[in-house]
């Protein structure tokens, strides 16, 4: 029996001896006569063969093991130490190689050196290589669930930090800088590796496990106001504002400048106070909502020929780029260039400083993220007998259900690293182990569990409890309620349907829904559902002979129907403006809406 | 006990309610005793009534929607029979719903008249019930070029199993097919071709067709299952034909039943098929471990049934009967029924919740259903 061969998805052939085959094409590509690029999977049961060799595939190293040992010596080692070596000169030599998931499927790899048996076909670099770059930062996340570890690992993709040394001068927009930020106390292998410390994400904080008058239930976070004072937390968030000088047909083009008053929507002249004579706002100018920042004006809309002869149609527009519904900054860094189709391009980057306020989002790297839920004086937070004050007090409800042990032991490095002066390894599968860090706690005159006796600051009594305080990592992610904070009371509302406009950015409604609206229903509510929905209520004139829409003529305060004549009954009547639309909608299909109407009570 | 209190209570409270203040009600009470249990009972069973303007439609949809969203695990197998599985969960519900006709997975579960259900020959039963096809009993179908035939050999240990003879299998092939065959041998068919499938294509079509020919036993019925119940055997199959099996002189024909509510509302009529959708659906409730009033599914299946035959809660099922055009054009494709409603001249009452959300009215439910009765002269 002969077992087919498919070269990247294709099948190419058969071959005789399958098993001599693959290692035939293992064996040469470990002595680089192949491309490491090239990797074979044998699948016994459908007989098959898979040489693939094109891009897309999911790979990873891993050292060769021969006879049940590892082809990496200590002689290589001391090479790469002394840089006589690098990582593709092993690659070269076949000592470690590039598995891809359906190669990996026929191996037997060994976690460590020492578990390595006459089976084993490959052995693990590290440990932390079945995690990527974001899972490898937890630390001790072999303490955890996957679940949880995968989340720790979303949410520091959303922390602030310093994500760029040059940021100042970038015109980065819709960016978040954390005002000193720190490197981990508690760090990772892959924190040295990715060089953490260049662009850090996170502060390390005194956080105490504890219940704080309900203020931080529900995942929910009090923070220090002391701690704010200090620093704690801060940002910058930067935000943009664009616009170039568009060229529209005939030689027309928009103009950056400030507006003239003649100009068509002209606002105030305290609106574009800030504008210089290039019609564009100075460098550290704090404006306010409503302020321009960039003025300019766009040509008429319409030349056609009847506006020609119309004067006051030949002004320009006023399209100048102010600041919307609810938001403040200082204007940072003002850039005048040009884009590809060669129009001027006016970038101007607003900042604004984000001190941490209630509703602001926080999390520790184990996927334990959490709201502010109060911010208590420093007076009044609780104390440590040595007076140590906590930073951030966390809740202790979040941690059985979710099981994340890594958490804890993080707090518990923490303060060891904090005691000692030093970093803790906490590197998942291969960390300083967490019996060593409670016993160096107790050198130091700490419980070895970590906790610790505590006063109320507010009545200065000692709890009962003993509570669980160390230092943690913190991070603060970029779900500010400063973005997000929005009511509406009256506003704008749609030209089509007369309802209120969507969004926060354009001051809108709130919407209630389909599913809102059933609620209402199950309540028997129904004169307060209606109430709801009277945000498009019109009154109509409607005519009683045939059942159509008529004309209210407010000078003449006279109704007439345009089918029926003005010698017919007409009744106004309250409805939806989307209803009104709607039977507009009907008379478009040809469908002939008739209104009949009688008294309802 | 008094009787004559009972009486008077009897059509003001419910037979089973009656009956179990009878059950549980002391020896030796008092008249006076009894008749303040009956009255503080018809206070509870009144106070429990639900009262005009309740949108009990709402409520059952929430009721059921919601612990909708918790349900796991769409399918589940038979524990150690191979390709016997069963629809639950959401799917499931959605199917019932539905009104479907077609089932993903068609099940009966065939109970057994008394001396059938002891277990004696309970395999042989079980194989009577499920359809048996030329090609289940035959191990090899060969076309004779020579003289253009088809042999057919038979599997002797498989037909041993079905309770057939080869003798028996050519006569109700026979009747199936209406072909002419002939039994060579003890173990091998022969299938004579008339002129009419000379050619080679027209034989192999015919080997094709005789290949699933109907033997015996139930079509319809798939698979079957005997497992023990309780202290009797019944029969589970993949497959229904409730109608066929019913016939059966050993099937209990009281408890035997269906998955196929469809089914059971053509051969048991529409009654039935409500009790099936409760069934159905409390079936599915229990088995994800959730809790939901059985009022709710009632109405659902109500609903389902109330025109007379079993409609789903599709466009095309029960939102088809809404008598309001805007409620109708409101569900799915508004504008086939704005214009197949302006065909005929339609007139909205607005008598519903639907339509007056639309124009912004006072919904005729809850708070804003009492109005006056009396209509003001203008
Ligand atoms: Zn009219």
Same mark, same amino acid.
């Given at each position: 029996?002969?077992?087919?061969?498919?070269?990247?998805?294709?099948?190419?052939?058969?071959?005789?001896?399958?098993?001599?085959?693959?290692?035939?094409?293992?064996?040469?590509?470990?002595?680089?006569?192949?491309?490491?690029?090239?990797?074979?999977?044998?699948?016994?049961?459908?007989?098959?063969?898979?040489?693939?060799?094109?891009?897309?595939?999911?790979?990873?190293?891993?050292?060769?093991?021969?006879?049940?040992?590892?082809?990496?010596?200590?002689?290589?080692?001391?090479?790469?130490?002394?840089?006589?070596?690098?990582?593709?000169?092993?690659?070269?030599?076949?000592?470690?190689?590039?598995?891809?998931?359906?190669?990996?499927?026929?191996?037997?790899?060994?976690?460590?050196?020492?578990?390595?048996?006459?089976?084993?076909?490959?052995?693990?670099?590290?440990?932390?290589?079945?995690?990527?770059?974001?899972?490898?930062?937890?630390?001790?996340?072999?303490?955890?669930?996957?679940?949880?570890?995968?989340?720790?690992?979303?949410?520091?993709?959303?922390?602030?930090?310093?994500?760029?040394?040059?940021?100042?001068?970038?015109?980065?927009?819709?960016?978040?800088?954390?005002?000193?930020?720190?490197?981990?106390?508690?760090?990772?292998?892959?924190?040295?590796?990715?060089?953490?410390?260049?662009?850090?994400?996170?502060?390390?904080?005194?956080?105490?496990?504890?219940?704080?008058?309900?203020?931080?239930?529900?995942?929910?976070?009090?923070?220090?106001?002391?701690?704010?004072?200090?620093?704690?937390?801060?940002?910058?968030?930067?935000?943009?504002?664009?616009?170039?000088?568009?060229?529209?047909?005939?030689?027309?083009?928009?103009?950056?400048?400030?507006?003239?008053?003649?100009?068509?929507?002209?606002?105030?002249?305290?609106?574009?106070?800030?504008?210089?004579?290039?019609?564009?706002?100075?460098?550290?100018?704090?404006?306010?909502?409503?302020?321009?920042?960039?003025?300019?004006?766009?040509?008429?809309?319409?030349?056609?020929? =009847?506006?020609?002869?119309? *004067?006051?149609?030949?002004? +320009?527009?006023?399209?100048?780029?102010? /600041?919307?519904? &609810? !938001?403040? %900054?200082?204007?940072?860094?003002?850039?005048?260039?040009?884009?590809?189709?060669?129009?001027?391009?006016?970038?101007?980057?607003?900042?604004?400083?984000?001190?941490?306020?209630?509703?602001?989002?926080?999390?520790?790297?184990?996927?334990?993220?959490?709201?502010?839920?109060?911010?208590?004086?420093?007076?009044?937070?609780?104390?440590?007998?040595?007076?140590?004050?906590?930073?951030?007090?966390?809740?202790?409800?979040?941690?059985?259900?979710?099981?994340?042990?890594?958490?804890?032991?993080?707090?518990?490095?923490?303060?060891?690293?904090?005691?000692?002066?030093?970093?803790?390894?906490?590197?998942?599968?291969?960390?300083?182990?967490?019996?060593? =860090?409670?016993?160096?706690? *107790?050198?130091?005159?700490? +419980?070895?569990?970590?906790?610790?006796? /505590?006063?109320? &600051? !507010?009545? %200065?009594?000692?709890?009962?409890?003993?509570?669980?305080?160390?230092?943690?990592?913190?991070?603060?992610?970029?779900?500010?309620?400063?973005?997000?904070?929005?009511?509406?009371?009256?506003?704008?509302?749609?030209?089509?349907?007369?309802?209120?406009?969507?969004?926060?950015?354009?001051?809108?409604?709130?919407?209630?829904?389909?599913?809102?609206?059933?609620?209402?229903?199950?309540?028997?509510?129904?004169?307060?559902?209606?109430?709801?929905?009277?945000?498009?209520?019109?009154?109509?004139?409607?005519?009683?002979?045939?059942?159509?829409?008529?004309?209210?003529?407010?000078?003449?305060?006279?109704?007439?129907?345009?089918?029926?004549?003005?010698?017919?009954?007409?009744?106004?009547?309250?409805?939806?403006?989307?209803?009104?639309?709607?039977?507009?909608?009907?008379?478009?299909?040809?469908?002939?809406?008739?209104?009949?109407?009688?008294?309802?009570? | 006990?008094?009787?004559?209190?009972?009486?008077?209570?009897?059509?003001?409270?419910?037979?089973?309610?009656?009956?179990?203040?009878?059950?549980?009600?002391?020896?030796?009470?008092?008249?006076?005793?009894?008749?303040?249990?009956?009255?503080?009972?018809?206070?509870?069973?009144?106070?429990?009534?639900?009262?005009?303007?309740?949108?009990?439609?709402?409520?059952?949809?929430?009721?059921?929607?919601?612990?909708?969203?918790?349900?796991?695990?769409?399918?589940?197998?038979?524990?150690?029979?191979?390709?016997?599985?069963?629809?639950?969960?959401?799917?499931?519900?959605?199917?019932?719903?539905?009104?479907?006709?077609?089932?993903?997975?068609?099940?009966?579960?065939?109970?057994?008249?008394?001396?059938?259900?002891?277990?004696?020959?309970?395999?042989?039963?079980?194989?009577?019930?499920?359809?048996?096809?030329?090609?289940?009993?035959?191990?090899?179908?060969?076309?004779?070029?020579?003289?253009?035939?088809?042999?057919?050999?038979?599997?002797?240990?498989?037909?041993?199993?079905?309770?057939?003879?080869?003798?028996?299998?050519?006569?109700?092939?026979?009747?199936?097919?209406?072909?002419?065959?002939?039994?060579?041998?003890?173990?091998?068919?022969?299938?004579?071709?008339?002129?009419?499938?000379?050619?080679?294509?027209?034989?192999?079509?015919?080997?094709?067709?005789?290949?699933?020919?109907?033997?015996?036993?139930?079509?319809?019925?798939?698979?079957?299952?005997?497992?023990?119940?309780?202290?009797?055997?019944?029969?589970?199959?993949?497959?229904?034909?409730?109608?066929?099996?019913?016939?059966?002189?050993?099937?209990?024909?009281?408890?035997?039943?269906?998955?196929?509510?469809?089914?059971?509302?053509?051969?048991?009529?529409?009654?039935?098929?409500?009790?099936?959708?409760?069934?159905?659906?409390?079936?599915?409730?229990?088995?994800?471990?959730?809790?939901?009033?059985?009022?709710?599914?009632?109405?659902?299946?109500?609903?389902?049934?109330?025109?007379?035959?079993?409609?789903?809660?599709?466009?095309?099922?029960?939102?088809?009967?809404?008598?309001?055009?805007?409620?109708?054009?409101?569900?799915?494709?508004?504008?086939?029924?704005?214009?197949?409603?302006?065909?005929?001249?339609?007139?909205?009452?607005?008598?519903?919740?639907?339509?007056?959300?639309?124009?912004?009215?006072?919904?005729?439910?809850?708070?804003?259903?009492?109005?006056?009765?009396?209509?003001?002269?203008?």
């Amino acid at each position: 029996m002969t077992t087919e061969v498919y070269l990247n998805s294709r099948y190419v052939g058969d071959v005789e001896n399958p098993e001599q085959f693959v290692q035939n094409i293992v064996d040469s590509r470990r002595k680089a006569d192949l491309s490491s690029n090239v990797n074979v999977s044998y699948d016994k049961k459908k007989n098959e063969i898979h040489v693939e060799s094109l891009r897309g595939r999911l790979r990873r190293p891993l050292i060769v093991v021969k006879d049940g040992k590892s082809l990496l010596t200590e002689k290589h080692i001391t090479q790469l130490e002394k840089s006589e070596l690098t990582f593709s000169d092993l690659l070269k030599q076949g000592v470690i190689e590039y598995l891809d998931a359906a190669e990996e499927e026929g191996t037997f790899i060994a976690f460590y050196e020492n578990e390595l048996t006459k089976q084993h076909t490959h052995l693990e670099i590290s440990p932390i290589d079945i995690f990527g770059l974001c899972g490898s930062l937890v630390p001790y996340a072999n303490h955890s669930p996957g679940a949880r570890i995968a989340m720790g690992a979303k949410n520091q993709k959303q922390s602030l930090g310093l994500y760029a040394a040059n940021f100042s001068v970038r015109m980065d927009m819709d960016v978040n800088i954390l005002h000193s930020a720190q490197r981990p106390i508690v760090t990772t292998l892959t924190h040295e590796t990715s060089m953490y410390e260049k662009h850090p994400s996170g502060q390390n904080i005194v956080v105490a496990v504890m219940a704080y008058k309900g203020y931080n239930m529900e995942d929910a976070v009090i923070l220090n106001k002391g701690s704010i004072d200090r620093g704690m937390g801060r940002s910058t968030y930067f935000r943009p504002a664009i616009t170039e000088e568009l060229r529209y047909a005939g030689g027309l083009t928009d103009e950056i400048s400030i507006p003239d008053k003649e100009v068509k929507g002209y606002k105030s002249e305290r609106d574009y106070r800030f504008l210089e004579e290039d019609g564009i706002i100075y460098p550290e100018a704090q404006v306010k909502e409503g302020d321009v920042v960039i003025g300019k004006t766009s040509p008429p809309r319409f030349l056609s020929s =009847l506006e020609e002869y119309n *004067l006051a149609s030949n002004t +320009r527009r006023e399209s100048s780029l102010g /600041m919307k519904h &609810g !938001e403040e %900054g200082i204007v940072d860094f003002v850039c005048i260039t040009e884009n590809e189709e060669g129009n001027k391009l006016v970038q101007v980057r607003l900042r604004d400083q984000r001190i941490p306020e209630v509703g602001d989002k926080f999390t520790s790297r184990h996927g334990q993220k959490g709201v502010v839920g109060l911010i208590v004086p420093h007076a009044d937070m609780p104390f440590s007998a040595s007076g140590i004050v906590p930073d951030l007090i966390f809740s202790p409800h979040g941690i059985p259900s979710r099981m994340t042990i890594s958490h804890l032991i993080e707090l518990i490095g923490g303060k060891v690293g904090a005691l000692t002066g030093r970093y803790i390894d906490g590197t998942t599968f291969d960390s300083e182990p967490e019996a060593a =860090l409670r016993k160096l706690l *107790l050198q130091f005159g700490f +419980r070895e569990n970590g906790t610790e006796t /505590m006063y109320n &600051g !507010e009545t %200065g009594e000692q709890y009962q409890a003993k509570i669980f305080i160390g230092n943690m990592y913190y991070l603060k992610l970029k779900h500010m309620v400063a973005n997000k904070l929005h009511s509406r009371a009256r506003g704008p509302i749609q030209l089509l349907t007369r309802q209120p406009t969507e969004g926060r950015s354009k001051e809108g409604g709130l919407r209630l829904g389909e599913m809102e609206k059933d609620t209402f229903v199950a309540h028997g509510a129904a004169l307060l559902l209606k109430e709801r929905f009277d945000s498009d209520k019109t009154v109509v004139p409607v005519c009683e002979s045939c059942g159509m829409v008529a004309i209210y003529n407010e000078f003449k305060d006279q109704s007439y129907c345009p089918i029926c004549g003005d010698n017919v009954e007409i009744s106004d009547i309250e409805m939806s403006y989307a209803f009104k639309l709607i039977l507009d909608e009907f008379k478009a299909l040809g469908v002939y809406p008739k209104l009949q109407l009688k008294t309802k009570y | 006990m008094d009787e004559e209190l009972f009486k008077e209570y009897e059509d003001k409270l419910p037979p089973a309610i009656l009956e179990n203040i009878r059950k549980n009600a002391p020896e030796k009470i008092t008249k006076a005793q009894l008749k303040k249990v009956l009255e503080l009972t018809l206070k509870e069973y009144e106070e429990m009534a639900i009262e005009p303007g309740e949108s009990v439609g709402v409520i059952s949809a929430e009721s059921i929607g919601e612990p909708g969203t918790q349900m796991t695990l769409n399918t589940f197998h038979f524990a150690g029979v191979a390709e016997m599985n069963v629809t639950t969960g959401l799917p499931r519900i959605i199917e019932i719903l539905d009104g479907r006709k077609a089932l993903s997975t068609p099940m009966m579960e065939i109970y057994l008249q008394k001396p059938y259900s002891t277990g004696k020959d309970i395999k042989k039963i079980a194989l009577m019930v499920k359809e048996t096809k030329v090609c289940d009993v035959a191990s090899e179908f060969e076309i004779n070029l020579a003289d253009s035939t088809i042999e057919i050999k038979l599997d002797k240990q498989k037909l041993e199993e079905v309770g057939l003879t080869p003798s028996t299998l050519v006569k109700n092939i026979e009747k199936a097919m209406k072909v002419n065959l002939k039994l060579k041998d003890d173990d091998l068919v022969v299938v004579k071709t008339s002129s009419k499938e000379s050619s080679l294509n027209e034989v192999y079509k015919l080997k094709e067709k005789i290949k699933d020919a109907y033997v015996q036993g139930i079509k319809g019925i798939l698979q079957v299952l005997p497992v023990k119940r309780g202290d009797e055997f019944i029969i589970i199959t993949a497959g229904t034909n409730l109608r066929k099996v019913l016939e059966l002189e050993f099937v209990d024909p009281v408890r035997t039943v269906s998955n196929d509510v469809y089914e059971i509302g053509e051969v048991l009529g529409v009654e039935a098929a409500r009790q099936a959708i409760i069934n159905e659906i409390l079936k599915v409730v229990d088995s994800q471990g959730l809790n939901i009033d059985k009022r709710h599914i009632m109405l659902v299946a109500d609903m389902m049934c109330f025109s007379g035959d079993l409609k789903g809660i599709t466009r095309y099922g029960i939102v088809q009967e809404k008598a309001s055009v805007l409620a109708r054009a409101s569900f799915e494709t508004p504008i086939k029924h704005i214009i197949d409603a302006a065909l005929v001249g339609e007139v909205d009452k607005l008598n519903s919740v639907v339509e007056n959300v639309m124009i912004n009215q006072p919904l005729p439910i809850g708070t804003g259903l009492p109005s006056l009765i009396v209509d003001a002269k203008k």
